[in-house]
């Protein structure tokens, strides 16, 4: 120990004085050599051995040992705290992945109740097909998601063509693209004939379809099939499925095809929105109650009679009781109830229904993959899901429909008698004012004064009378009788067709409609004005003839069945034509009257200067003939010169004149004598003053009107001529 120490000071002091220190005395001087070896030499002092030599060698074999021993200890110590790590950092990411999962399971959850109960809250579920086809493209992953409807090819309608001119009775049926996932849009619009591609085979009944087999209905084991079967009756059928579009030669791509696999569903459901459903469901549901309440009534009947038969035996048994021979009396015999009547079951009455077909298609096109099990069963579902929604909500609808219809049809004798009093106030109305108009009109104008007035009573009540909720209440039907009477309403107030109609007809789209049936609409009623020019531009379908012809064919009688406020809006709207149309044509055969008659005074006032000015040239020739003989006359008095001083004379007039042109040309230069002037001789002259003032006193000035102003009825194409373009166009109300 102390050699040690002194061999340490000593390369202290070595290092101190700046010596080299040699590469062996370094590795000597290592813990792995030295801090050994000193650790060995002072167990050897230590114990003072007799073979210091072999102690040391033995000491330095066992001090190996506990080193690998130590070293075994030590990997296993650190291999075990790595495994708990390495396990510990296992478990927690298990549990991260299980906490997503669990998250990403309720987010999904979530979404479905979420989707789910727009699907029970929205009333009309083709509104909901953007967000319907989002949700499958989320919850499967899909790349794009669209929704085609099955229809039939339309004529291009007109302006002027009726709500029925699109149906093409000969035409194709197509599958038309009418939604789709944002990233899809380009598909909306599209169509696929049925002789197209392979979704058309959603529609059509056949055999297992070539490339790939159908979807099946339900991915369960046969039991599960059997009890789904007893649950829903109409499984989906005609599913069409190919696991690698690029592979089917019948696909039919619209854009660049891509590897991935393609799902398509129909979704066909029983609609009952219509007015033959409605009108079978009144009939039908008001003999329901009548076989109910006649059931009801024989049942009363019957249970009053046993009542009665029980009331009877418990009488006379206490009667013989009374008696005292209760002991010796024979017992009663039982008698028997009557048997319960055979009633008439009565069941609801079901809903006229037709169907009505969409396709729900899903692509993997671009991830080269199939729809799992699981996705595939999920859209399934929610088809289902759908279509059964669907038809349930129009039953609600079509049954809120029959209760509007009940409760107007119980309240109809009441309304009847308000309009009797209506009708009875009009008259009194138009008695009071009077029914002709000015004294001083024709038999004509005092008719289309009478109606004039009858139009102003009437709007009064439409707009804001007694017909004013009956009317408004039509917002609150989903199915309507009659549509091209609100039809008309919409255009007579210039609606424009695109938001009233359904897209690319002349059919009332009474869906989007019904938003503008409302107060405002009535206001705008009330502001019409029959009468008066109309210089705005009008569509076709916004003027009196095509209004006047909108409303032909509908019979009023019919009308008053289905709904008496329809009738007289029908009524009301036959008057507003008839005062507007006999408005234009009263104003255009005045004006044409004016017209000619300033015309005619025109003529008369050019006919009379004319006659004025002959008159008066006639007057000045008469005068300028009577100075004339006066003239000769006078002449004629006075005595004869010879020829020869006549011709002198004419020479020196000649020769003055030609003095005189001289004279202009050298301006005075050479005086010349003068000469006499030449005798004045006398001139004719006449004034007609006297004379015209006494012919216009005998032949009066003719008055001319003042110039008619133009006025222009763009709202009504006479027969032969189409109506002026409007400056602007016509003020429209919606």
Known sequence: GINAEYMGIELKIMEEKGKKISQELKFIQSDAVGKIICKGLAAVVKERPSNPVEFLAKWLLAYQSQLEVQKELNDTHTRRETALKTHAEKMSKIELENKKEKEKETTKVQKIESFEKKLATTEDLVDLFDEYAEYLKEMTNATGVYIGKLEQTKKEVKDYDNDTAHIDEAGAQI?????????????????????????????IVQEAPPGGDPVPEDPENKENKKEEKKVDAEEIKNIVYRPEVTSEQRMKFFKVPKLGCYLAIPLIYSSCLMIESLESLVADYAAYQELVKKNDEIMKEYEAKVAQEKAEKEELEASKAGEGNEAVAPPAEEVKAPEPPKLEEAKEPEFKSKPVSYCICLDTMGQDREFSPEEKKFVIDTVKKYRTQWELKEKQRLTSDRKLKEEDKEKEAEFLEKIQAADEEENKHIEEKGLGGPEDSNEEEKKA?????RWRQRVKQMSAGIYKDKILMFSQCNVIKYPRIMQTLFYLLCAKKENVCEPNTNKLFWKKAKILWNEELLTHLAEYSPVGAKPGAFTKYQTINFLEKNLEGIPEEEISKYSVCLAKLYSFLQLTLEVRKDDIIR?????????????????????????????ANSKKEEAMNAWKEEKEKKAAEQPKKVEGEEKAEEKAEVKAEEKAEEKAEEKAEEKKEEKAPPKEEEVFKYDPTEFLKEWDAANLPIEIPPEIEQEVDNDYEFPGSAPPAGNAPAQSLF
């Open 175 to 203: 599958i038309k693209y009418i939604s789709a996932t944002p990233d899809h849009k380009y598909m909306n619009g599209q169509h696929i004939k049925m002789a197209e591609g392979v979704t058309p085979d959603c529609f």
């Open 449 to 453: 004064h009478e109606k004039l007035m």
């Open 587 to 615: 104003r255009k055969e005045k004006r044409e009257k004016l017209l000619k008659e300033r015309e005619e005074a025109i003529q008369k006032s050019q006919q009379r200067e004319k006659d004025r000015e002959a008159a």
